[in-house]
Each structure stands twice: as structure tokens, then as C-alpha cells.
């Protein structure tokens, strides 16, 4: 269910679907259009996805000016999620983390308003769980900037992870994870939080839509049981007795990494879908 269908009904969150960035060479003449210049890639990008999800913030301290310069380039209901910094979150001690998060925090991602969708922190495949110091890591994340609510989300990427004891964790915070279609990183498809948050990187260049149409058909089913309150019978979980509030939650699905010159394609083929 797209985002107006979506505040019609009032029975199902919103469902985003987008990419990873939106500057890639590769994009250029097959999703963009030959000859578009480069400045005008995020608009053209944002009148036909949903969303996007930025990397450059996990290397970069950005500026104010720059969020305030994409939140005018993107239509209304469009949303950019932001990754946290590398220094949050490679590092031995994450409950040290703190001076990190607030100079990202007050960096000037409120600049974005409206259209500021999750902060993702994506911890690297060699980190593992410790309860205390993610614990610890998770009490640091603030839960508004500027007066504007903000929404957190955690990608973890090693088999410790998959405990009740760090699902306990995100869901005394309200903190959701990431659930990732990898090869190799966990997937973890418990539901902790008020949306879910999760990255598609099993698609194929060699497929003109990323994936093949049974999958984006199967894909959009869970996000559309996602938004409407339910958990997918299809996908694993740490806890698949837990019990589930049938509640609506926004869902953002984000076609990235593997497959990528098709991955624009992918989205799309998603939003035709719910």
C-alpha cells in the first residue's frame, strides 16, 4: 500500500521503497536518462522512488546547507534514511560512542524535517554482541533533534547477534533491526519496533527489474503484512513463538548492494506493487 492509499485506509503504515545513494556512473543511461545533467539526479531520482538511503553521512560530516539543499529537491512524503558515522560504530567500546552521535545529531540532519526518515547504524560483520556495551550504545541515541522525532534502526552483521537478549534489548527502546537478504548476514526478521527496516542485496544486474518478478511479487506481500500489522510466515526469526502486536508500521525497503546498475529498477517494480 502506497503512502496516500496507506493514510486513506488508516488500518496500514506507509511503505517506502528506494535505493542506496544516487550518484553511481552506471545508473547513467540506463536509469538516468542520457545526456541529465548531474545536479538534477537526486530530483529525477525522488519523483520516482520513495526513498533513498545515504551513505556518504557514514563517512562525511555533512553541513546543514547540503540537508537543506536535498529536502528542496525532493517531493512531499519522500524520505532520505541517513547512516550514523563510522565513528559510532567501529569502535571496541560502543557505550564511548556518545560524542560521535551528537556531533552527527546536531550536524544539521533537522534541516531535513519532514522528509528525515530512519538513522541507520551498521555495525560492522566482525562486530559481536556484548549486552551491556550495545546496551549501553543504545541508550545513547537520542530520541529527538531540533524538536523533530527521530527514528533509529540497527544492521547487525554477526551470527551473536541472534539472541533474545539483544531483541530484548531494541524492544525495551523501541529500536527495530535490520533485516538483510544477504548470503551471509544474519537474518533476523523479529519485529521490536513501530516500523520495519529491511535491505534487499540478492538482486541480479542480469535481470532487467533486479529480480525476478515472483520475487518482487513475494517481497511486496511482506512488506504489505508488515505495514498492516503482521509478521511474515516466510521469513526466520530468533523468537518465532513471540507475540506480535498487530499494530500498522511504516516499512522501508531499500534495493541495494548486489545487483546495483538494476537495483533503481528493482524500486520501482516494488512501488508498482503495494
Same mark, same amino acid.
Given at each position: ?15 517506502? +521503497? ?9 545508473? &547513467? ?13 537526486? &530530483?529525477?531520482?525522488? %519523483?520516482?522512488?520513495?526513498? *533513498? ?25 519522500? =524520505? ?7 565513528? @559510532?560504530?567501529?569502535? #571496541? %567500546? ?6 560521535? *552521535? ?9 534541516? !531535513? ?27 545513547? !541515541? ?19 547477534? +541472534? ?8 524492544? %525495551? #527502546? ?47 506481500? &511482506? ?11 516466510? !521469513? ?10 498487530? @499494530? ?6 531499500? =534495493? ?14 516494488? *512501488?508498482?506493487?503495494?
Amino acid at each position: 500500500m502506497t503512502g496516500k492509499a496507506a493514510d486513506k485506509a488508516g488500518k496500514s503504515g506507509r511503505i517506502y +521503497c528506494g535505493i542506496g545513494g544516487w550518484t553511481f556512473e552506471p545508473w &547513467r543511461g540506463v536509469f538516468y536518462p542520457k545526456g541529465l545533467p548531474h545536479a538534477q539526479e537526486l &530530483r529525477y531520482a525522488a %519523483e520516482r522512488l520513495t526513498s *533513498i538511503e545515504v551513505n556518504g553521512t557514514f563517512y562525511s560530516t555533512m553541513k546543514p546547507a547540503t540537508y537543506a539543499k536535498w529536502a528542496s529537491e525532493v517531493p512531499d512524503g519522500f =524520505v532520505f534514511a541517513l547512516k550514523g558515522p563510522r565513528y @559510532a560504530v567501529n569502535r #571496541r %567500546e560502543l557505550s564511548g560512542a556518545g560524542d560521535s *552521535i551528537k556531533r552527527f545529531i546536531e550536524s544539521g540532519i533537522s534541516e !531535513l524535517g519532514k522528509k528525515l526518515g530512519p538513522l541507520l547504524w551498521q555495525f560492522a560483520p566482525t562486530k559481536k554482541f556484548d549486552e551491556a556495551d550495545f546496551g549501553g550504545f543504545l541508550d545513547l !541515541l537520542p530520541k529527538k533533534a531540533d524538536g523533530l522525532a527521530l527514528r533509529h534502526v540497527v544492521e547487525v552483521r554477526h551470527d551473536s547477534f +541472534c539472541t533474545p537478549a539483544f531483541l530484548a534489548l531494541l524492544r %525495551e #527502546r523501541g529500536i527495530p533491526v535490520v533485516f538483510s537478504e544477504h548470503a551471509t548476514y544474519p537474518a533476523i526478521a523479529d519485529l521490536t519496533a513501530d516500523f520495519v527496516y529491511a535491505r534487499l542485496q540478492k538482486g541480479k544486474d542480469d535481470i532487467k527489474t533486479g529480480y525476478e518478478p515472483k520475487a518482487l511479487d513475494a517481497w511486496a506481500k &511482506r512488506a504489505t503484512t508488515w505495514a498492516k500489522g503482521g509478521a511474515p510466515a516466510d !521469513l526466520p526469526r530468533v523468537e518465532p513463538k513471540a507475540k506480535i502486536p498487530a @499494530a500498522p508500521r511504516d516499512v522501508f525497503l531499500y =534495493v541495494i548492494h548486489e545487483g546495483k546498475v538494476r537495483a533503481p529498477a528493482a524500486a520501482i517494480a516494488l *512501488i508498482e506493487r503495494v
